[in-house]
Each structure stands twice: as structure tokens, then as C-alpha cells.
Nanobody, 121 residues
Framework: QVQLVESGGGLVQAGGSLRLSCTASGSISSVNTMGWYRQAPGNQRELVAT???????NYADSVKGRFTISRDNAKNTVNLQMSSLKPEDTAVYYC???????????????WGQGTQVTVSS
């Protein structure tokens, strides 16, 4: 089994900062691309940021310059530092990881349970 456990999130005023963390654990051979997605009420889930095992990053235009994604390969952890938060950043944030399990040769998508981020104006 593989689990993604998220931490962080909460309520913050506009202009403030929050940090999300996510750790993958279980029967893991390798953790490849990791990332964060978000879903606001009535909207589809959208990409926020991704980071490859080698450290290449990709950001949604709406968060560029405000959010920073990072990872610790030794700990199978991905972080999202969010600054200059806006009310439109309010959403449930989901961690995603592409993982190869032990005894398997293919990669599968795994998701965290989601953590609420609320930005008040």
C-alpha cells in the first residue's frame, strides 16, 4: 500500500503565507513527479505546481511568483510555500505523486486526502 499524508493549510488573511507538506509512505520503489492541485467549490481540479525528481518545476500562471514548490527525495516529501495569498486561492489542495511500487514496474497516480486553504479578504 501507498499513502500520501498532507499537513498544513488553514485560514489566513489576504497577503499572508501558508506552507503545505505531503509525505509519501508505504511499499515504494521510486517517487517520480510530485505536485499540488486544487479544487474550489463548483470548479474542476486544477494544477498548481509540479516538481520532477530532478527538481524541474512547473507552475500555473496564477501562482507564479507567489508559490514555491520543493521536495526532499530522501524523505519522499513535497512542500508548497504559498505567499501573497489571495481570496481566489481558497480551495481544497491535493497532493499528487507518481509512484512506482515495489514489485511493480509501472507508475501509478496517488492522491492525498486534501487540505483546506481559506484566504479571507
Amino acid at each position: 500500500q501507498v499513502q500520501l499524508v498532507e499537513s498544513g493549510g488553514g485560514l489566513v488573511q489576504a497577503g499572508g503565507s501558508l506552507r503545505l507538506s505531503c509525505t509519501a509512505s508505504g511499499s515504494i520503489s521510486s517517487v517520480n513527479t510530485m505536485g499540488w492541485y486544487r479544487q474550489a467549490p463548483g470548479n474542476q481540479r486544477e494544477l498548481v505546481a509540479t516538481i520532477t525528481r530532478g527538481g524541474d518545476t512547473n507552475y500555473a500562471d496564477s501562482v507564479k511568483g507567489r508559490f514555491t514548490i520543493s521536495r526532499d527525495n530522501a524523505k519522499n516529501t513535497v512542500n508548497l510555500q504559498m505567499s501573497s495569498l489571495k481570496p481566489e486561492d481558497t480551495a481544497v489542495y491535493y497532493c499528487n505523486a507518481k509512484i512506482v511500487r515495489r514489485t511493480r514496474w509501472y507508475e501509478s497516480d496517488y492522491w492525498g486526502q486534501g487540505t483546506q486553504v481559506t484566504v479571507s479578504s
